[in-house]
């Protein structure tokens, strides 16, 4: 059903045509592993995705979010959900992508400090944020040591 605001739709539409061919270039196996110090950059594009107010843009974000962490830690290989294939620690993970440390932990804190406000509702954004840091924490065990990115996931995930 076409949109009354006609500004809008013409300017998600190149946003959203971007982000799926980031998502295509992500899963090309032709390009393997020639990709890989581009995947702090679709993560990023990704998460800040994750905050626009338009259906079409979460949507092709959660997509490609999808397909990096495909990228970063393969294809599940077996049915056990505890298996450690599949993984990587959260120190590893942070030498392969230095700059998703710091983005993450700001993402995570802006979000966290919102559902702190006076507010206190919980907006869709935060939601995908708490179910991306979620599914980095099920599969990036942080060595045991604290962080503040583990800190702050465990604060908007409770």
């Avoid at 982000?19 to 990704?46: H, K």
């Avoid at 990228?71 to 998703?100: C, Q, W, Y």
């Amino acid at each position: 059903m076409p949109s009354a605001d006609r500004n809008t739709d013409s300017s998600t539409v190149p946003q959203v045509h971007a982000l799926n061919i980031l998502r295509a270039l992500y899963r090309d196996t032709r390009l393997g592993e020639n990709i890989i110090p581009f995947v702090s950059d679709g993560m990023q594009a990704a998460v800040l995705g994750f905050t626009s107010p338009v259906w079409a843009v979460r949507n092709s974000s959660t997509l490609l979010f999808s397909t990096l962490i495909t990228r970063i830690f393969g294809v599940k290989k077996g049915k056990d959900e505890h298996s450690k294939k599949n993984r990587m620690t959260g120190r590893e993970f942070f030498t392969r992508f230095p700059a998703l440390y710091p983005f993450l932990l700001n993402q995570l804190e802006e979000a966290a400090a919102t559902v702190e406000s006076d507010s206190g509702q919980v907006s869709y954004t935060q939601s995908l944020l708490a179910a991306a840091g979620a599914q980095l924490t099920s599969t990036l065990p942080m060595d045991g040591s604290s962080s503040p990115l583990g800190f702050a996931l465990l604060h908007l995930n409770y």
